[in-house]
């Protein structure tokens, strides 16, 4: 027998090895997949489903939708017809490429959505089939929103089509698919299919992790742990109720000003954003400034929090404020709050200020909303009717803390929901470890009544910014508002829009307001240590103009950290320097910063 013979005999058997190893793979991919879907069924099961075909009312709008399109026919003949002549050109294109042709240079086409990272495979572009599937898809989304953003219709019910329009273009993508997507086809060529038996499991084990519910990991989970990679800053628990605990963070000068700082960080997820890790820590920073620091930790509620408030939320906050004051012996407290955090701040410094209450020296608002008028993307889920849908889902006391997540996610899909679903899933890739990702995984969930008293107060009927807001009877007005008020907001937010941030300050008429624009966005924008020498911020002490856009006209622009702005604004109006306080020194320490309460993963439970 010759050596060719030898080695086609060897050729074959590798052959024959490989597809058996593909065969055995897809065999487990199979039964995994039964698994998942079984596990779905029992999920479904045990779920209380509303009746409602369309629980986030995006019905009305699209119905607003096709009456506007079709209410000028000739305009969308025309751009229709523009839509199908470049679908041509593009057809021609890939012809030739296909074949060879010297007319394959790239076509131009209008108003494309970005590719971005979904498409970096060089086969997108290189590969005259993926190539013109990709450009294909690209030229049909860019039309399908650009036909919406066009409609002459209600701005609200264009903001909440568009936001659906790009959500379902963006789950269309060829990259979502397997079989369109070249990387996935590659990798499961080259590893005969065992990328898919490590993503299926990675997909059984998120909807265990979620309880049926395909809870998609975007982070190792393993690599971090609250107290002891994050939320490290060194502190006490001084304090606790029912629905927060106090932390009080130890000395790190000789000296410390004598007016205290509480912080009041948002409950609808968990305070240790602004303390992820040394580097970041917003308030290991500002021990280092010579601050005593408090910060309160809001439970992670269930059933035990089915009776809390607004009205009682704010009273735990202003407890919170007696125990600072009692521990640190002053008569007045600054405080500074963020997002959501900054609404119920506005509230309770306008209701103690409307009653002569003089224990607040000044109130800090990091990207927090006062006017809801135009309340960023969040908006597109709050209307009558999708409460009445968040209603039905809090049904135990508490709105389910998948419900916030799943929300957050949806308004960037592309990045935080498809890329992990094609690498996690289809690649089985391992997510590598993001302190700032496993933060927006550690989710929380909310109160039933405060959550509904936020969404039907302030997101659709804009009470307080009105003057019409009443909290157990009494009113509370921004006018009452007369601490001196440091207001930042975040020129890349999409949560809390700088310019509706920015009106909301020029409400508080009888306060000295000073307004920053940071640089970014609604996390970056405020989490930004001076040391990491990122972003700006813009300044400007005449807030006079009506928009934000004539108040930036005028503005000062400064490099860097506005959290050193914020320092030189604060000790003005902090006092005489004073030892430094040993926390718990006077009423005692419960535990060990950070504590019980923001340890409670939803997940665990």
Same mark, same amino acid.
């Given at each position: 027998?010759?050596?060719?013979?030898?080695?086609?005999?060897?050729?074959?058997?590798? =052959?024959?090895? $490989?597809?058996?190893?593909?065969?055995?793979?897809?065999?487990?991919?199979?039964?995994?997949?039964?698994?998942?879907?079984?596990?779905?069924?029992?999920?479904?099961?045990?779920?209380?489903?509303?009746?409602?075909?369309?629980?986030?009312?995006?019905?009305?709008?699209?119905?607003?939708?096709?009456?506007?399109?079709?209410? $000028?026919?000739?305009?969308?003949?025309?751009?229709?017809?523009?839509?199908?002549?470049?679908?041509?050109?593009?057809?021609?294109?890939?012809?030739?490429?296909?074949?060879?042709?010297?007319?394959?240079?790239?076509?131009?086409?209008?108003?494309?959505?970005?590719?971005?990272?979904?498409?970096?495979?060089?086969?997108?572009?290189?590969?005259?089939?993926?190539?013109?599937?990709?450009?294909?898809?690209?030229?049909?989304?860019?039309?399908?929103? *650009?036909?919406?953003?066009?409609?002459?219709?209600?701005?609200?019910?264009?903001?909440?089509?568009?936001?659906?329009?790009?959500?379902?273009?963006?789950?269309?993508?060829?990259?979502?698919?397997?079989?369109?997507?070249?990387?996935?086809?590659?990798?499961?060529?080259?590893?005969?299919?065992?990328?898919?038996?490590?993503?299926?499991?990675?997909?059984?084990?998120?909807?265990?992790?979620?309880?049926?519910?395909?809870?998609?990991?975007?982070?190792?989970?393993?690599?971090?742990?609250?107290?002891?990679?994050?939320?490290?800053?060194?502190?006490?628990?001084?304090?606790?109720?029912?629905?927060?605990?106090?932390?009080?963070?130890?000395?790190?000068?000789?000296?410390?000003?004598?007016?205290?700082?509480?912080?009041?960080?948002?409950?609808?997820?968990?305070?240790?954003?602004?303390?992820? *890790?040394?580097?970041?820590?917003?308030?290991?920073?500002?021990?280092?400034?010579?601050?005593?620091?408090?910060?309160?930790?809001?439970?992670?509620?269930?059933?035990?929090?089915?009776?809390?408030?607004?009205?009682?939320?704010?009273?735990?906050?202003?407890?919170?404020? $007696?125990?600072?004051?009692?521990?640190?012996?002053?008569?007045?407290?600054?405080?500074?709050?963020?997002?959501?955090?900054?609404?119920?701040?506005?509230?309770?410094? #306008?209701?103690?200020?409307? $009653?002569?209450?003089?224990?607040?020296?000044?109130?800090?608002?990091?990207?927090?909303?006062?006017?809801?008028? +135009?309340?960023?993307?969040?908006?597109?889920?709050?209307?009558?009717?999708?409460?009445?849908?968040?209603?039905?889902?809090?049904?135990?006391?508490?709105?389910?803390?998948?419900?916030?997540?799943?929300?957050?996610?949806?308004?960037?899909?592309?990045?935080?929901?498809?890329?992990?679903?094609?690498?996690?899933?289809?690649?089985?890739?391992?997510?590598?470890?993001?302190?700032?990702?496993?933060?927006?995984?550690?989710?929380?969930?909310?109160?039933?009544?405060?959550?509904?008293?936020?969404?039907?107060?302030?997101?659709?009927?804009?009470?307080?910014?009105?003057?019409?807001?009443?909290?157990?009877?009494?009113?509370?007005?921004?006018? +009452? =508002?007369?601490?001196?008020?440091?207001?930042?907001?975040?020129?890349?937010?999409?949560?809390?829009?700088?310019?509706?941030?920015?009106?909301?300050?020029?409400?508080?008429?009888?306060?000295?307001?000073?307004?920053?624009?940071?640089?970014?966005?609604?996390?970056?924008?405020?989490?930004?240590?001076?040391?990491?020498?990122?972003?700006?911020?813009?300044?400007?002490?005449?807030?006079?103009?009506?928009?934000? #856009?004539?108040?930036?006209?005028?503005?000062?622009?400064?490099?860097?950290?506005?959290?050193?702005?914020?320092?030189?604004?604060? !000790?003005?109006?902090?006092?005489?320097?004073?030892?430094?306080?040993?926390?718990?020194?006077?009423?005692?320490?419960?535990?060990?910063?950070?504590?019980?309460?923001? !340890?409670?993963?939803?997940?665990?439970?």
């Amino acid at each position: 027998m010759s050596d060719k013979t030898f080695q086609d005999t060897g050729d074959f058997e590798h =052959i024959v090895r $490989d597809r058996q190893e593909f065969a055995g793979n897809m065999r487990e991919v199979f039964e995994i997949s039964q698994e998942i879907w079984e596990k779905f069924l029992e999920s479904e099961a045990d779920e209380h489903h509303s009746p409602n075909p369309d629980p986030m009312n995006a019905m009305p709008a699209f119905t607003e939708l096709m009456t506007a399109l079709w209410s $000028d026919p000739q305009k969308l003949a025309e751009t229709t017809q523009k839509y199908w002549e470049a679908q041509g050109r593009l057809w021609q294109h890939a012809m030739m490429k296909w074949m060879g042709g010297e007319a394959a240079e790239d076509v131009e086409m209008p108003n494309l959505p970005p590719e971005g990272k979904r498409f970096k495979h060089d086969e997108w572009s290189d590969n005259a089939v993926f190539e013109y599937i990709k450009q294909s898809y690209l030229l049909t989304a860019g039309w399908v929103q *650009n036909t919406v953003h066009a409609a002459d219709m209600d701005p609200k019910d264009r903001k909440k089509a568009e936001f659906y329009a790009r959500n379902f273009v963006e789950a269309m993508s060829p990259a979502n698919f397997a079989a369109l997507n070249p990387e996935v086809l590659e990798a499961t060529t080259a590893e005969k299919g065992q990328n898919l038996v490590r993503g299926l499991k990675m997909m059984l084990a998120d909807m265990e992790r979620g309880k049926g519910k395909l809870l998609i990991r975007q982070t190792d989970m393993d690599a971090f742990a609250v107290g002891r990679n994050m939320a490290m800053t060194e502190g006490k628990v001084i304090w606790q109720n029912n629905i927060l605990q106090l932390i009080q963070y130890s000395p790190l000068t000789e000296e410390v000003y004598s007016k205290p700082l509480l912080m009041i960080p948002p409950w609808i997820n968990k305070y240790y954003i602004l303390d992820l *890790n040394e580097k970041k820590s917003m308030m290991k920073w500002l021990v280092e400034q010579g601050y005593t620091v408090f910060i309160i930790s809001w439970v992670n509620p269930d059933e035990a929090q089915k009776d809390e408030t607004w009205a009682s939320y704010m009273q735990g906050a202003s407890d919170a404020i $007696d125990r600072v004051l009692a521990e640190t012996g002053q008569k007045q407290t600054h405080i500074a709050s963020y997002c959501i955090g900054g609404t119920m701040a506005a509230t309770l410094t #306008a209701a103690l200020n409307r $009653d002569g209450d003089k224990r607040i020296a000044s109130t800090t608002f990091f990207t927090s909303l006062v006017d809801f008028e +135009d309340a960023g993307d969040l908006q597109v889920f709050v209307d009558d009717k999708t409460i009445t849908m968040v209603d039905e889902q809090m049904e135990k006391g508490f709105l389910p803390a998948q419900t916030m997540a799943s929300a957050f996610n949806m308004l960037r899909s592309s990045d935080l929901i498809w890329s992990y679903v094609v690498s996690n899933y289809m690649l089985g890739k391992a997510p590598v470890p993001f302190d700032l990702l496993y933060w927006n995984a550690d989710s929380t969930a909310m109160p039933a009544k405060v959550h509904h008293f936020y969404l039907e107060q302030f997101y659709t009927q804009n009470k307080l910014f009105r003057n019409l807001l009443e909290v157990d009877g009494a009113p509370i007005r921004l006018a +009452d =508002i007369k601490v001196p008020v440091y207001h930042v907001a975040a020129k890349e937010d999409h949560i809390a829009p700088a310019a509706s941030v920015y009106g909301g300050a020029r409400g508080m008429v009888s306060a000295d307001v000073r307004f920053v624009l940071a640089g970014s966005g609604h996390i970056a924008g405020v989490v930004n240590p001076p040391a990491a020498g990122k972003y700006q911020y813009w300044t400007n002490k005449d807030m006079s103009p009506d928009t934000l #856009a004539g108040w930036l006209e005028n503005a000062d622009e400064t490099a860097g950290s506005w959290w050193l702005d914020w320092d030189e604004w604060l !000790k003005r109006k902090s006092g005489k320097l004073v030892p430094a306080r040993v926390a718990g020194a006077v009423g005692g320490v419960l535990e060990d910063a950070p504590g019980a309460f923001v !340890k409670l993963r939803f997940d665990q439970r």
